[in-house]
Structure formats: C-alpha cells, structure tokens
C-alpha cells in the first residue's frame, strides 16, 4: 500500500511525516526529492534561481524514477506499507505552476502523461490544506518556491488534482493543532488500512 503526503511547502507535511513513523514502525518512510544524488540534482536546482523549468521538470522525474525502482516498487513487493512525504502529485501541481507560461499547451496533462506511462498513483493521499500565506510563512519563504503568488497557483492546481481523484485524496484541515492534524491523519489512515 502507497501512502503520499502532499501540500504546499510549510503545510506541515514532514511534522506528520515524522511522527507517523512511531505510529507505523513496520513502514516504509521515503520522501522527494530523495537522498540520492538525482535528489542532490534537484536541490542544486532548487536553489538555482535562473533554472529552466523543464530541464527542473525532467530532473524531478528522474528522481521519481529511480525512487520508484530502487524503494517504492520493491518495498511494495514485499508487501510494506510505503508512506512518502511528496510523490508523483507535487510535479504535477508545482512543476505545472512553473510550466504555466511555457510552450507546453497543459502542463499539468502533460506531466501526468509522463507518469502515466512508468509510475504507480497512490492508493491514499492526504492533501494537507493551508493556504498560500500561512504556507509562505510557516516555511520561512527560504526558496523561489515559497512565495505566496507562486503557492497560490500551486494550490490550485492541488484542487483540480483533489476534484479529478475524489477517492483518491482526503483533504485534512491544517490550520489545527500539530497533534490535531497527526489525529486525524491517523484517523484516515486506519479507516483506509480497515477498509
Ligand atoms: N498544524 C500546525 N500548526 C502550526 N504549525 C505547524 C503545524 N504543522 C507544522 N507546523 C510548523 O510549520 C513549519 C513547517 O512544517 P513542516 O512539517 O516542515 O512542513 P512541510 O514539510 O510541509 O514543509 C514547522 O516550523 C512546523 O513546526
Ligand atoms: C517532489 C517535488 C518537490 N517540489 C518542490 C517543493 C518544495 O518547494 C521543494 C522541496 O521539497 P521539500 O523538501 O518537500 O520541501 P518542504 O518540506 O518545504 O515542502 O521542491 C517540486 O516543485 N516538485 C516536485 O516534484
């Protein structure tokens, strides 16, 4: 079973991410980018300001694959629990944002057609929702990703991909608590491993 946590940055997804790992010691905990050296190609494009957008596109998706080669799809073959911080719908909503003003026609269809053809979608999702300007100020602002703008256009795209995949995606309300939102994450998560 693949478990991913998605939001913008500051959504408080790693605090969840961290604490689920006393819950479920017998999972597998992974993120992306990863701690590989595609991960490390990632981060130098990250703090890159002048980065062309689809070149930073294609080092995600590198990432993402060798990620799913090396630890999602064995793990997952063992029969783990894998619960990722950031998978496959964080290209899809922030590589989209980049991508709004390029050549591309649909980013975002056009990012989910690469996938489509080697990833995995996940079987949960747990969208945790802030908006723009909590999210900028929770995070700090610290790269050219945190900025309110950008996190607007981010989010929305997150809504198109929560309205296209209902089942899929479960919304959790961040503005609560820490331990209210690691509650109600483990709320859903036990439903859906119960189901
Ligand atoms: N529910 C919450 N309420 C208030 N602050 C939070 C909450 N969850 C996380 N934080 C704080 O917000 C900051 C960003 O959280 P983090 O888990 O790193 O987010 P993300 O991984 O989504 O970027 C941290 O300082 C964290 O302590
Ligand atoms: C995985 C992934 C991350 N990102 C961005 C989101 C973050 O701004 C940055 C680093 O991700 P991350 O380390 O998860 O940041 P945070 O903990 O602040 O959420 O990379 C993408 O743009 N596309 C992707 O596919």
Redesign the pocket.
């Known amino acids: 079973m693949l478990i991913t946590l998605e ?1 913008l ?7 969840v991410w961290e604490a689920l790992q006393d819950t479920y010691p017998d999972a597998v905990f992974t993120r992306e980018p990863t701690d590989s050296w595609y991960g490390d190609a990632v981060y130098r494009s990250i703090n890159n300001d002048d980065a062309d957008s689809l070149a930073e596109l294609f080092l995600y998706t590198a990432d993402h694959a060798d990620h799913l080669s090396r630890v999602v799809r064995p793990a997952l073959a063992d029969d783990r629990m894998v619960i990722s ?1 950031r998978f496959s719908d964080s290209r899809f909503a922030y590589q989209a944002a980049t991508l709004e003003d390029s050549e591309l026609v649909r980013p975002l269809e056009y990012i989910q057609g690469i996938h489509r053809a080697f990833s995995r979608e996940p079987d949960l999702t747990l969208y ?1 929702d802030v908006d723009p300007e909590l999210a900028a100020a ?2 700090g602002s610290t790269n050219k990703f945190e900025q309110v703008a950008y996190l607007s256009k981010v989010q929305e795209n997150y809504e198109r991909l929560l309205k296209a995949n209902p089942d899929r995606f479960v919304r959790v309300d ?1 503005t ?3 331990e209210v ?1 690691l509650d109600r994450v483990e709320a859903t998560i036990a439903r859906f491993v119960n189901a």
Do not use: I
């Not at 940055?9 to 605090?15: L, V």
């Open positions: 939001g940055d500051g959504s408080g997804k790693t605090t911080d945790l929770r995070s961040t609560e608590p820490p939102v």
